[in-house]
């Protein structure tokens, strides 16, 4: 089903598996270049004393590890709005400043279908078409679940829907 209805988790969930396996090593590696090869390799008045250098190695490797999901975030979204995602993939990473995210949210297209039976555009979340009325998601008149085109009856009350349902 293309019925589609965002939240802040559905959106998480869209992160791809390599941008989080990407995002923990780069956090790990955050850490093991401040903590073991800084105090390692540095002047040892230059390295600031291991609280200050516990606090910036876990704020840095948080915002990397941040930075890398935010790719991978705007890599499958733009994929998924029909946009070109290379493109958008490497315009953010090589943007400085995050600019290269700022208008990929300011620009990126919303989230559309087209009306199977019209083809007009309609909002990811619509339920019915606004021009032809045609149900996208067809409910039982009953008991308001959604059901498949197909079904004679509700299977979760019973009542016949096949001529119900549009
Ligand atoms: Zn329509
Ligand atoms: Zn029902």
């Given at each position: 089903m293309n019925y589609y209805k965002s939240t802040f988790r559905s959106e998480l969930a869209i992160i791809p598996t390599v941008a989080r396996v990407i995002a923990v090593v780069a956090f790990v590696l955050v850490q093991i270049a401040l903590l073991v090869l800084v105090p390692t390799y540095c002047n040892a008045k230059d390295v600031p004393p291991r609280p200050a250098l516990i606090a910036i190695s876990l704020f840095g490797g948080l915002i990397m590890a941040i930075i890398v999901l935010l790719v991978g975030y705007v890599n499958a979204d733009s994929k998924r709005r029909g946009m070109n995602s290379l493109l958008w993939t490497l315009l953010v990473i090589f943007i400085p400043k995050a600019l290269g995210f700022l208008a990929y949210f300011l620009l990126r297209k919303p989230l559309v279908m087209a009306?199977?039976?019209?083809g007009t555009s309609i909002g990811?979340?619509?339920?019915?078409?606004?021009?032809?009325?045609?149900?996208?998601?067809p409910t039982c008149v009953q008991c308001g679940r959604s059901i498949n085109?197909?079904?004679?009856?509700?299977?979760?009350?019973?009542?016949?829907?096949g001529t119900a349902v549009s």
């Open positions: 009306c199977p039976k019209c990811s979340d619509f339920r019915f078409c606004p021009k032809c009325g045609y149900a996208i998601t085109r197909d079904y004679v009856c509700c299977p979760y009350c019973g009542k016949t829907v």
